[in-house]
């Protein structure tokens, strides 16, 4: 059977590609980590080295405690803001939105200089504060900066998806309850928070990974005793072979698949929406006079507090000296001129790298989301299982994995090793970003009933004239989307990207803002770099959206509902 | 040659099918003739097989054992595109991202038909459901109605050698149900198409085939005509499910040459015919008993009651009346004004002609 043999074929080009470029240089660094690096025995002597060692004991419990207070200080922000919009008829509820997208159209690394200019020891907020009342805040100072940065970018993970649970709770499950003589604090203990405890848990897991795995945001805060931090430094002044950096990579890949596993099982098997018969979404009530006061005092301060980010890099960008002031000295656009004059191949090799990655990003997607949804290749599952995967494996190990596997390669015509030609840096964000664009991919073709390709077939259509002619367009929505989002977020990608650039002109945008962010003079260019990609985000952030939901209303519309 | 030119209809033979899903078995050998230019139903209730019938004629669903025929050639192990056999899904399955026009226009693109005369024959089916003017419309704009006329425009206008219909009209209105049927029904006339329908209600079975097969966990349990299906049940399923009856467990053995039917709580009722002893279920339509009848019904079984229970449904009137200890016989009544109406308690007199007992084994 010929249709049984294309999609074997197809099948097992994906897996090659995913085991060559995801799972042997992972494996590379789990096996090296467990290697003695004299003898090449297998050996634990490595992690005993670890745990000895002061500093990385330090780094290691530095990582958790960022990452814990991280989750504790998000949830303090999204919980207060999840209630409002479920329980309340509240108008705020427009700004609540809001503040949910905002933080995530900017990386936390781009941001984190700005913040130390307006938090900082030396910042505005201190600055005022000191002249107000003889006080200063440690908001920045080593962790706390990190935390800080952290858990304002990441918590709307949290709020989404704890609203989302809260809203898809049926409303006759707190009727029940309140039938049955329940009310009150008691309902909502009993009741509502068990059900909404999956998406708040989800959540909280993407969140505790994110601040867990990230080597950006404490490099430019200069906190270099934490895990990712540490296995870069350590590769990037040591060297490929110091053990201790495959050591760290284990380490953090471990925690990532734990918060990734516990994201999975919180929300397996507890999709709590209704059945479709009762409505959906908490009993609403209005706002008292005070506790609205209460609540848009609340929701504005806590706005401020998650655009501070943006507007500290705005004022960066354009300001001329600022320095033990609350704002800078004067405003000018020349940090602009500077980087559209001097830097343009950053913008240029980001559009051509994220460009080519989030190409390859959809078209894998959709064959990988068609192999495991509509046909019956053995193993098929374990295609979306490494695809996955690559979501708990941070950049560094991925970086770290490249370098050891890639080095000894050299690429023909080019006579450059593989590990450090331009191309693989495109391929180590197209294996980063594959996650996002599988999501939506699955998504769209879920949505794709399945009798619209039977009623093609019926008509006479091949199965690959079914899938150009129905299937890939009926998708185009998730598509899109799924290009969108593999783009945008592969435009801001940095840390495996710092393992992998050998020459600055073949570096991209996050690159170049780390590398300006460096030193003082750097940090107006830097910052006008950065909104460049806060606006390349924005702008992908807003046609994802907009397609996903042109798509939604596409599909709902059909099959005769 | 236009598309109501009629064609030479063709005949499906099914022969001895099994459908298995993993380990469920779905379709326990079906045997199945289908003759040119009918109109045939697929009766069931969920899950008993018939949509897996169906979707197994048109090479859908997992590889079915067995022969599936037309006229003459199997297409058993066809892909479903070299079938030629037109189905018409139960959510209609339009393409939302093209026209209506794009969507009829589909299966005769794939069978390469030369452009002008895709154009026209879109058009001619399009008119044949009516719905000429909305050629430029996406499905979303369509109403239920509406789309369900452009899929079944979108399947005949290929000309298939079967027209299968899966549930299609459960998806619209009552009203709306009522005209769709008699139009399909017009429609396969004038196409001469033979034609499969499946669907879970008797009524619409009754209604709109020619002959029916009734299915039951994956086997044919009876077919024939609608009248034949529900005079002569073979069996108490069939019974049931085409339309209210008395059924009533018993025994039958033979007395003095004739057959008599014993059941619970000491009822005894003779038979018209003779049939060989054993147990079984007698049953009989509500209608055929009348109640308190003035003159005497020839060659009939007399039995006393009790008004137990009644239902009013306008044209009739609907009694439980409990006849012995165990036994509450279901009789309807027509109705018009001035007749009497018994009462719940009321002693009455049923009778029950011998012709319109039936003796099934189960």
Known sequence: ?561 | MSLATQVQPVQLKIEDVHVSFGETKVLQGINLDIEPGEFFAFLGPSGSGKSTLLRAIAGFGPMPQGRILINGEDIAALPPWKRDVGMVFQNYALWPHLTVQKNVAFGLEERKVPKGEINDRVEEALDMVGLADLAGRHPSQLSGGQQQRIALARTIVTRPRLLLLDEPLSNLDANLRVQMRTDIRKLQRKLGLTTIFVTHDQEEANTISDRMAVLDMGIIQQVGSPVELYDFPVNTFVAHFLGTTNMIECEASDRDGTTVLQAGGGLELPLAVKVDGGQGAVVFRPQSVSINAEAEVKESVQLDGVVDSLEFLGSTVRYGVRVGEETIILVEQDHQRGKKVFEETEQVKLAIPQRQLLFVRQ
């Open chain 1, 1 to 561: 059977m010929p249709r049984v043999r294309t999609s074997y074929l197809v099948a097992s080009s994906l897996a090659l590609f995913l085991i060559v470029f995801l799972v042997v240089p992972v494996g590379k660094v789990i096996y090296v980590a467990f290697q003695d690096s004299s003898t090449g025995a297998l050996t634990l002597v490595n992690f005993v080295d670890f745990f000895k060692t002061s500093l990385f004991r330090e780094s290691f419990f530095n990582s958790l405690y960022v990452a814990g207070m991280s989750v504790l200080i998000a949830s303090l922000i999204a919980m207060p803001l999840a209630y409002f919009t479920t329980r309340f008829n509240f108008g705020g509820s427009i700004l609540i939105q809001t503040l949910g997208i905002v933080p995530l159209i900017m990386p936390p690394f781009v941001g984190a200089v700005a913040m130390q200019l307006l938090f900082g020891t030396n910042g505005s907020i201190n600055l005022l504060l000191n002249d107000w009342f003889g006080i200063t805040i440690p908001f920045m100072k080593g962790l706390n900066g990190v935390i800080l940065v952290e858990s304002i970018h990441y918590f709307p993970f949290i709020l989404i998806n704890l609203s989302a649970a809260l809203n898809n709770i049926d409303r006759s499950m707190e009727e029940a309850a309140q039938n049955l003589g329940s009310s009150g604090m008691r309902l909502f203990r009993r009741i509502v928070f068990p059900l909404a405890m999956p998406g708040y848990l989800a959540g909280a897991s993407l969140v505790f990974l994110k601040a867990f795995d990230d080597l950006g945001t404490p490099l430019l805060l200069n906190v270099n005793n934490m895990l990712a931090p540490q296995a870069y430094l350590r590769i990037s002044s040591i060297g490929i072979s110091d053990p201790m950096g495959y050591v760290i990579s284990v380490i953090l890949v471990v925690f990532s698949l734990f918060a990734l596993w516990g994201s999975m099982l919180a929300s397996k098997g507890k999709d709590y929406s209704g059945g479709g018969k009762g409505t959906a979404g908490l009993l609403k009530r209005d706002m008292r006079g005070w506790e609205k006061t209460g609540a848009y005092v609340l929701i504005i301060f806590l706005l401020l507090l998650v655009l501070s980010p943006h507007i500290a890099l705005i004022l960066l960008s354009f300001g001329t000296i600022w320095s033990f002031a609350v704002l800078p000295d004067g405003f000018t656009i020349a940090h602009y001129a500077e980087v559209f004059s001097t830097t343009r191949e950053y913008i240029t090799n980001t559009l051509l790298y994220a460009g080519i990655a989030a190409t390859f990003d959809v078209a894998f997607s959709v064959a990988i989301a068609y192999v495991v949804l509509r046909t019956k290749v053995i193993g098929r599952q374990w295609l979306d299982y490494m695809a996955t995967g690559a979501l708990a494996i941070p950049g560094v190990v991925l970086g770290i994995g490249y370098l050891r596997t890639f080095n000894d390669i050299n690429v023909p015509f080019v006579d450059k090793p593989l590990a450090s030609w331009w191309v693989i840096i495109v391929v180590a964000l197209a294996i980063r970003r594959l996650p996002y664009a599988l999501r939506a991919c699955t998504a769209a073709l879920h949505q794709v009933s399945i009798t619209l390709e039977e009623a093609a077939e019926n008509l006479g259509a091949h199965k690959t004239t079914t899938v150009r002619k129905i299937v890939v367009p009926l998708m185009a929505g998730g598509i899109v989307a799924g290009f969108v989002t593999s783009f945008a977020t592969a435009a801001v990608e940095l840390s495996a990207t710092l393992m992998l650039v050998t020459s600055e002109s073949d570096a991209p945008l996050a690159y170049g803002i780390y590398v300006f962010m460096q030193s003082a003079a750097g940090r107006g260019p830097g910052a006008a770099l950065g909104m460049i990609a806060v606006v390349v985000v924005a702008l992908g952030s807003y046609l994802a959206h907009h397609f996903i939901e042109r798509n939604k209303r596409l599909q709902a519309n059909s099959t005769g509902q």
